[in-house]
């Protein structure tokens, strides 16, 4: 079994909308980042709270031969990942994370 190292560049999402956390308003977090050399997954974390042990994964892309069908192309995640917000419709945006697909 390979053990993969996360050494990838992190970003940080912060939305426009708020939680309530342990009684305080906390804008919702996003984490994400690849594993660069480590592996072919992106992992994003919900990083709301103010203490990691309560940080918890919304999600993850695994790709290479392994992965789910959709990314089986996404080679090593070297890439930084950036935000943005994608227009959908005429009165509808998508917040999205942008990244490569390899080297």
């Known amino acids: 079994m390979a053990v993969a190292t996360v050494d990838g560049s992190p970003a940080l999402y912060r939305s426009n909308t708020t939680r309530n956390v342990s009684g305080v308003d906390h804008y919702v977090k996003t984490l994400v980042f690849g594993e660069r050399a480590g592996g072919r997954s992106y992992w994003a974390l919900d990083v709301t709270a103010p203490d990691p042990a309560s940080w918890k ?25 950036f935000f943005a917000r994608l227009k959908t419709s005429a009165t509808t945006t998508k917040e999205v994370v942008i990244f490569a697909g390899g080297y």
């Open 57 to 81: 994964v919304k999600w993850t892309i695994e790709g290479g031969a392994s992965g789910v069908t959709d990314y089986q192309e996404l080679g090593y995640t070297w890439s930084k990942p």
